[in-house]
């Protein structure tokens, strides 16, 4: 299966994409296809049932208000994250739901949206059930599983309790699944990483369509990082966290020090502020490009903020060309993940979240900064290994605490990789491909206390304000 860049770089919404997007999607599917089907107009009453860690800590992921909105029909991308709170307090008042936005009908949440926070569906942990009954009550119409498996990814089930999966039929010129596919094409065809990428995305569309598709992630991110440094307050959710990155920005741009020339790791400060400001921002139920999850959404833009802002050899002649490549190699090793691991921090901890953003992220930024395919391999791979073991753990069941933090320490890991891996030759130890392989073992052994269902770690050890 090929997966595309526009698959791991999706415009969403917060605060997660496995538990706010995933769940959207999935509601909006079935309704879709009840409307597909023309049945959707015999419906007089449909059950949504969230499991695992969906049931778990869907309340503080938004993941009830996300099925809300998908079972009206509204996308990730476009939904209005200004007016869709309202529209959603709307449905529990009046106890009426428009699905697919043109039926109505009858909806109590207390009763027809339930989260089984102790009992999981035996293929993933974010497992959902929508019903459909007729108008009588009396006779199912539908009824149909989903599983979110990361980054706002969403397969059926196949009726058997596995996921159906729908390969892309795309014909791409340069088809890998593993690192070591990947760089053998690099090698064979003198190729960089993002030459490849582009290549098999031209395969989709145009280049033009490519690029510009491209450049609008680039401006979604770039608008999350402005709006996040400029509001203030606290998060909801009941934590009480305060937003710090408009404070830290208006610090950073009226000190001297923020200046490299007379503090050499300024722009470490200027990265840890990217990174808040998209994180805060999507802990707020903001506009946020998923990269490749909504937990680990802050990484690569201010990776990239970083590159743009303080690396050699971009200037405002060649940057939108270096911006795409920066997304490209970094959709290329995330492709990787998602094929031969784990985006979800449900199923392997937050080491297939933050370790695979931080990867994505030190490999791309190696490639720009010179970098040969061993040298980018070598610090995708520098990325993970030191996040093995990372477990998500998220206090109140919130995309904050750790969240928020953990992302600006990982974009400071991911600068460190490739500025590691640049220094090398690109001969090492430990492959990426062996060390996705060790973190998805790792996930395995972890207890399922640690693989965000706020029962374990920090979730149980800090007491909620």
Known sequence: MSISVFDLLSI??????????????????????????QRLRQVGRVRAELFGSLGAT????????????GLEGEDPETVDTDTAPDRAAKIRSTGRIRLAGVHEVGFDPDHDLVL???????????????TAWDVDGSQVIAERTYYSIGGGFVLDDDGSGRPKVRPDPTAVPYRFETAEQLLAICHQ????????????????????????????????????????????GVLPGGLKVRRRAAELHDQLAASPASDAAVDPLAAIDWVTLWALAVNEENAAGGRVVTAPTNGAAGIIPAVLHYAVRFGPGVDPANQDDKIIRFLLTAGAIGAIYQQTGSISGAQVGCQGEVGTACSM?????????????????????????????LTCDPVGGLVQIPCIERNAVASVKA??????????????????????KTMMETGR?????????????????IVEC
């Open 12 to 37: 969403g919404i917060g605060p997660s994409s496995s538990h706010t997007v995933g769940p959207m999607r999935a509601a909006a599917r079935f309704v879709g296809d009840l409307d597909h089907h």
């Open 116 to 130: 089984h926070r102790r009992r999981s569906l035996p293929f993933h942990p974010n497992g959902m059930t929508f």
């Open 445 to 461: 052994d972890m207890k399922i206390k640690y693989k965000e269902t706020a029962r374990g770690g920090l979730a149980v050890n």
């Open 189 to 232: 065809n003198q190729r960089a990483i993002s030459d490849v990428a582009l290549a098999n995305e031209c395969a989709r569309r145009s280049e033009a369509e490519v690029r510009a598709g491209l450049l609008r992630i680039w401006r979604t991110m770039a608008d999350c990082v402005d709006h996040g440094c400029q509001t203030s």
């Open 58 to 69: 869907g309340h503080g992921h938004g993941s009830e208000n996300a099925v809300l909105w």
């Open 361 to 389: 992220a030190a490999g791309a930024l190696a490639e720009l900064l010179g970098g040969s395919v061993d040298q980018v391999e070598n610090a995708a791979e520098i990325g993970m290994e030191h996040h093995l073991g």
């Open 415 to 436: 600068i460190t990789a490739a500025r590691l891996a640049l220094r090398g030759d690109g001969r090492h130890t430990v492959s990426l491909d062996k060390v996705i």
